[in-house]
């Protein structure tokens, strides 16, 4: 077994490099936000302050924690790490951020930021996976990921928009090296990936026009068997009714029963936000008028124009069908055509194939995953990532000349 690493702390603490050191955040810090405020938009101090203290703890709360990293030579803040295991347990999570100001400087720094850190999560402290974010990566930090263990999990393209173009964002992961020995090694993560489904039959554009018969209030778009309408906090009476009923037990970890409570309480809190972060629509059966479904974008930035997607059936029976496919194009549509955004990304478990296959046929490319992120009967699974790009659907659907209600 792998024995923890001990860092000696020394006059800036155990995490102290040749430039930069790492601490925890200060109240002080407030005067120095674009070092650790992960955001393209600027705070000011006032904001700042606020921040620190009401969202800090929160976040601390959800297992989310940040290190703001200061020169050694002044012991100004210059940038900063989030980390935290924020899905299991045994994965840490990992982000940086430099002051927009220190431009070309920011690749050293980050670089500097991870060999200051990383020994910290992965040797000492054992966690399973250690997976880094980068936005447009500079080759500089591409490297020091190289030298610290660090291989490619997965790509999604075109999902950052910096300097006037659009950039790759990248996932890097760093599995431990006791649990490579005891499981073999999986081989890079970023191998799942390939390139886009030469056709995807499930791409279509399947909205219509003027539906005639009875629609739900509210519509967004509707196809032939189902419509789209935003969520209601009362439709999680009906999803959590339906979920009791769940027959199968392979797509998740195991059956799910979310609360009317809490599932109604996001959606009023989700149509607080303008602009919205998450945009939860309900799906409705339009030949009953019945509530059979969520669809939806999650983790919304404007700034990229990137979402990730999400979906489901409630009823067993109604799988397997097209349906969700029909619900995830009228999706698509509306997030490629009224709202206009230019990528969109998926996560899908492991062992839910069905949900793989849905997305293939919807055009979604394999874009990588994540190794060792739950378990399941003794195992560890892995989950995968998709992407799909408004200029590909687009180019498999037509423009949006006929089809759009709105
Ligand atoms: C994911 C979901 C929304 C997809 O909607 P759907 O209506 O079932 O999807 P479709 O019928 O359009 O497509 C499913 C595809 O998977 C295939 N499939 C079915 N069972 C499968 C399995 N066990 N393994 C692999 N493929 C499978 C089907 O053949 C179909 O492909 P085809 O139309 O080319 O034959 C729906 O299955 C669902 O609600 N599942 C439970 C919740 C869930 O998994 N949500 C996604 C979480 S990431």
């Not at 990229?304 to 979906?311: C, K």
Request: proline share 8%; aromatic share 10%; with cysteine.
């Amino acid at each position: 077994m792998t024995e923890p690493q001990w860092i000696a702390p020394g006059e800036h603490g155990f995490l102290a490099g040749e430039t930069l050191y790492m601490r925890p955040l200060e109240l002080a810090d407030a005067r120095y936000p674009a070092a650790w405020h992960f955001s393209p938009f600027p705070i000011n101090p006032e904001r700042a302050e606020e921040i620190l203290k009401q969202d800090l703890p929160k976040e601390a709360n959800e297992r989310k924690h940040r290190l703001v990293a200061c020169r050694r030579s002044d012991d100004i803040p210059v940038g900063a790490v989030s980390y935290g295991n924020l899905w299991s347990t045994l994965n840490m999570w990992v982000e940086l951020h430099v002051d927009p100001a220190h431009g070309d400087g920011a690749a050293a720094m980050k670089s500097e930021m991870l060999r200051l850190v990383v020994p910290w999560m992965s040797a000492e402290s054992h966690n399973m996976v250690v997976a880094v974010k980068l936005d447009a990566p500079e080759p500089e930090l591409i490297d020091a990921m190289g030298s610290l263990g660090f291989r490619p999990a997965l790509r999604f393209r075109e999902a950052i928009w910096q300097g006037g173009n659009r950039h790759d964002q990248w996932f890097y992961e760093l599995l431990h090296p006791a649990w490579v020995e005891r499981l073999g090694d999986p081989g890079p993560t970023i191998n799942l990936a390939t390139v886009p489904p030469a056709t995807s039959p499930g791409s279509r554009r399947v909205s219509i026009k003027r539906p005639a018969g009875p629609l739900p209030k509210n519509l967004i778009l509707a196809s032939e068997r189902v419509a789209l309408r935003p969520a209601e906090a009362d439709d999680w009476k009906e999803g959590s009714r339906l979920l009791r009923r769940e027959t199968e037990t392979f797509y998740d970890r195991g059956r799910w029963l979310p609360s009317p409570v809490v599932g109604g309480h996001w959606v009023t809190e989700a149509m607080k936000a303008d602009p919205p972060n998450w945009i939860p629509l309900t799906v409705v059966l339009r030949e009953t008028g019945q509530v059979i479904g969520d669809v939806g974008l999650h983790g919304i930035s404007l700034f990229h124009r990137t979402a990730e997607t999400g979906s489901m059936l409630y009823l067993p029976e109604l799988r397997g069908k097209g349906l969700g496919s029909e619900a995830k194009n009228l999706l698509l549509e509306y997030a490629f055509d009224h709202l206009g955004f230019h990528m969109l990304r998926s996560f899908v478990w492991g062992p839910n194939t069905r949900s793989q296959a849905a997305l293939r046929k919807q055009g979604y490319r394999p874009a990588g995953g994540f190794r060792w992120e739950s378990t399941q009967g003794g195992t560890f699974v892995d989950s995968m990532a998709f992407d799909l790009l408004a200029s590909e659907w687009r180019e498999r659907v037509g423009p949006a000349t006929e089809g759009a209600t709105a």
